[in-house]
């Protein structure tokens, strides 16, 4: 498979749509980001690297980090995880208050903004110096110490926190986090506040493509059936309310954050990640969207 020339293929396939969608605008910070960018950057298991465009440009990951807050949470309580949260679709906004009522402060899945701050109690509750801890797993996923946090880019996100302050209020009410509200906040924009290229994004997912390969990152431990269910909730629950066009349309396992990045995976064969700063109307990549899309229509390759 020449997925070079595939990438550069599907690259002149989506340039139509390049102006289409908008970055996000509720976090001040990421308005300052240059909207008109594309980078993608496929590994595969064989070791090999393809790229096109700003692939070595980094971005805030934005919600691509719950994925790694999941490996962490779920190699420390193991299935005690899913007491806290379940593993559904929400169906509904990331950020919806109501489901979180009805559902009596117990989070739909991982992956929605709930579930995420109750993870974030979880790795506060758990390790000694969680800021550190975490970036370290980053860095060993990615093989570069030099990715880290973007401060400003937490403040900025918290200084409009407004409905994720109120999720976390909620979550303490139902007594499904333990630490301080602040303290869980904070933490919470500083992971989402990490900043990594396509390449380095890409290179982290690789442990989770490779399920057949031991999962020993640092203090993180996980089997080869933890890492096949965290890809069955990625597929089914890792692109906010567009979860369900994401499979219909690409056929990976993945997550997107509202910094324009995607990274998905093709178990045992590759692992990949797309950044395009413009949203649509559900925050996923309009670019990265599409082609992620192309790319399995191409390769003729999808889990399905």
Not at 91 to 97: D, E
Request: hydrophobic share 40%; with cysteine; aromatic share 10%.
């Amino acid at each position: 498979m020449n997925y070079q020339e595939i990438l550069e293929h599907v690259y002149s396939k989506i340039l139509p749509f390049a102006k289409e969608g908008k970055q996000a605008d509720y976090i001040p910070a990421l308005t300052k980001v240059d909207p008109d960018q594309f980078g993608i950057c496929l590994h595969t298991i064989r070791g090999e690297m393809f790229t096109v465009g700003k692939a070595a440009t980094r971005f805030s990951i934005q919600s691509i980090s719950k994925v790694f807050a999941l490996a962490m949470c779920l190699s420390m309580e193991g299935d005690n995880l899913w007491k806290r949260m379940g593993k559904e679709p929400s169906g509904t906004a990331f950020n919806s208050l109501i489901q979180l009522e009805e559902e009596k402060g117990v989070p739909r899945n991982p992956f929605i903004n709930a579930g995420a701050i109750v993870m974030t109690d979880i790795l506060l509750s758990q390790l000694r110096n969680p800021e550190r801890e975490f970036i370290s797993f980053v860095h060993a996923l990615c093989g570069n110490d030099s990715v880290t946090y973007r401060e400003e880019v937490a403040i900025s996100e918290r200084s409009q926190s407004y409905l994720n302050a109120a999720i976390a209020n909620m979550l303490k009410y139902y007594r499904n986090i333990a630490n301080d509200i602040e303290r869980v906040l904070h933490f919470y924009f500083l992971m989402c506040s990490v900043e990594m290229s396509c390449r380095e994004l890409s290179k982290a997912f690789l442990a989770f493509a490779n399920h057949q390969q031991a999962f020993r990152y640092g203090k993180v431990s996980l089997t080869a059936s933890q890492v096949k269910r965290m890809n069955a909730i990625m597929q089914t629950c890792g692109f906010y309310d567009e979860a369900g066009e994401f499979s219909y349309l690409v056929g990976l396992p993945g997550k997107s954050g509202v910094g324009g990045g995607i990274a998905a995976i093709y178990p045992m064969r590759y692992s990949v990640a797309v950044w395009s700063p413009r949203l649509n109307t559900k925050g996923n990549s309009v670019m990265g969207m599409k082609a992620l899309e192309l790319l399995t229509t191409e390769t003729e390759e999808s889990i399905f």
